[in-house]
């Protein structure tokens, strides 16, 4: 039977959320779409219509989705939701489209009847004071400062509501990733998940290094081909069909297992104290997270692979899902709107180098680098990380004084090979029982250097400023 699906979703949702700089701004912003959003509100835009809230897409942030009894009544639909979800966030740009199909997901792979945007617009007046917030809108009012030295803080419609919303998360919506994540994580109960960077970097492992944090920026590789492939069984197999109907919610769970996961991963196991990481974005096969910088690396090649673990039944024809990623290094006071604008386009890179087809990370460190992209960098696929963990490690131990100087000597194409043979450098034995007091720089280096290494050193030697295994 044919169904008619309508979805209105906020487009670009992590260039709405950080468009105010501030975190509490992003808290608000996700609060906002949380309730904006919820199914009890949503029931109530369409009273009066025949359509009502479905769930076969599983929950995405952002994206509220409906069932249409008649599609002429669709055009009233849309315009009841964009209306609703407008009032609730004010610079969103909101997109709306008609899906027909069998079951959502078909509709949603190939019955596109229709497409409408609707960009965020505002008032815009020459000489008027912009918001103090995202600098983008002009200003309707005044709040107290954040700063709580009593000085007050002038802000657009957008950010007011924000503020208005971040106030009220005590008690009403909190955000829909930070709740849904506390909610998956239960069975340590006691444990809490912090909400500021300043709150976050101080859960690094190593005190004395305590303001770096890792922003990663996650999507999956190839669903969209895969659900294209399993539309076309489903045509003979009533279980490839039963499998096509669930693609989407089994991708959105195995986003939330490796997200679960890759936390516990990086998390002690105290039973008290907080979780070391801020979920800023989760839904569908999308991911955007926070964690402090030394942990980075453990969560993000644990993610990767419990997303490919998790979406493995969709696997056909030789093709297989995965997940690839960028990873922003940075300080805590460094701009949300910053940080996430360069994580999406690290991971656009990775994505790109590897046609989609392979788990892939792209890096950066804003403090080191600076925020423009590193040309030079390719990204590193996710087999050869693990292949390369611990010889990685072992160049992680060289002292940092010396994997500088190294790093230096590639900069100036200095000839490497007499150098490294000469430079030995004391490491502890991985293994234990082992003594390996001294070794050349050469033998440490050695994966890392020939024709076409998988992790060339300059990459190796980026790699090791915030590695652990
Ligand atoms: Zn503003």
Redesign the pocket.
Known sequence: MTRHYVDVGVQQIQTYLVR?QRLKGRRGASSMITKATSPPNVKQYLSGLRATVHDEAGHVDGVVSVLVEDPADVPDVVDRLVGALRAGLPAAFLTASHLVGDNYASAYDRGREGTWEFPAVCAEWVGAQR?D??N??PVVARIPSEDGDGRKDS??L??HARSEEGRATEVGHKPLAETRLRRELAGAAGRDVPTTFDELARLSPYPDDDNHLATVFADGNAIGGLIAGLRRAAAQDPKQALLLQNAPGLTDGATWTALVAAVRAISGDEPAGHWPVIAHLVGGDDLLATVPAPHAWPFVRTYLREFADGVAPLARDGLRGSASAGVVFHQSKEPLSVVTDLAHDLLKIAKKEHSGLRAAVSWQSITHEGSAAVHERRSVVLDDLAQHADKLTRLAAVPRSQRHVLARMLREKVDLDGQLRRIRVRQESTEPGEDVPHVTLATLAEPFLGDDPAVPLASALALTRWWSA
């Open positions: 105010a918001c917030w995202c983008i809108w802000v657009c957008d950010c």
